[in-house]
């Protein structure tokens, strides 16, 4: 049960778009379509952003994407506001019937 | 909308044993699966436990297999989580979260409730 290896931050201006990455293997991210994206502003709880890949909740805005190539998926923000700096977390339903995060990526805004 | 309350947390020796509890509301609690994950000071998320919609079926992380046991009571809408013979690798802030559907990702989170194991 490795966590999933997503980059440990990335940055970007009011604007920008930016991509985070989350690479797993075979038995996780590679076999599976149930990729999710969480947020979590400091002190606060996790907010599942994206599930199964690519599809967003009710509420999120249009601006959180998702993807998967192989082992690996992404999740890309456009058009960054200030209120997207926060920590994001992947997680991939495995095929030992359990759940793998990745270890969190810092997104900053400049 | 839903509504997820954990709680039983507190500081706890080494080797003694806790039990959390998720009070839920707002959805059909015995339609969902359920999980229970952890944070540690500082740390990432890690997944901890699941349990099918009608408790028919478990699954745990390594880390916490033998000790620990999710189970859930479908007449009281609650959730548990019985940790036993717990270690100060177990210090987190736990959250109690609800499935899409079956097991597959955490969907709505609780707010957490502090486990503290220190002597």
């Known amino acids: 049960q490795s966590a999933l290896t997503q980059s440990a931050s990335v940055s ?31 002190g606060t709880a996790p907010k599942l952003m994206i599930y199964d890949v690519n599809r967003r909740p009710s509420g999120v805005s249009n601006r959180f994407s998702g993807s998967k190539s192989g082992n690996t998926a ?3 923000i456009s058009g960054l506001q200030a209120e997207d700096e926060a920590e994001y977390y992947c997680s991939s339903y495995t095929s030992s019937n359990t ?10 805004v400049l | ?17 806790l039990r959390l509890s998720c009070a839920a509301a ?3 609690f015995s339609s969902y699966g359920m999980h229970w994950v952890r944070q540690a000071p500082g740390q990432g998320l890690k997944w901890v436990a699941a349990i099918l919609f009608d408790g028919s079926n478990e699954y745990y992380a390594d880390s916490v ?15 548990h989580l019985q940790m036993n013979s717990l270690t ?4 987190a802030v736990y959250y109690c979260a609800k499935d899409r559907g079956w097991v597959a990702a955490p969907e709505t989170w609780g707010q957490g409730t502090p486990v503290t194991v220190s002597s």
């Open chain 2, 65 to 79: 297999k033998g000790r620990f046991t999710i189970s859930r009571d479908n007449s009281k809408n609650t959730l």
């Open chain 2, 88 to 91: 100060t690798d177990d210090t």
């Open chain 2, 1 to 17: 909308q839903v509504q997820l309350v954990e709680s039983g947390g507190g500081v706890v020796q080494p080797g003694r044993s």
């Open chain 1, 12 to 42: 970007g201006s009011p604007g920008q778009s930016i991509s985070i990455s989350c690479t797993g293997t075979s038995s996780d991210v590679g076999s599976h379509g149930y990729v999710a994206w969480y947020q979590q502003h400091p």
């Open chain 2, 26 to 28: 707002g959805f059909s």
């Open chain 1, 99 to 108: 759940v793998v995060f990745g270890g969190g990526t810092k997104l900053t």
């Open chain 1, 74 to 76: 992404s999740l890309t």
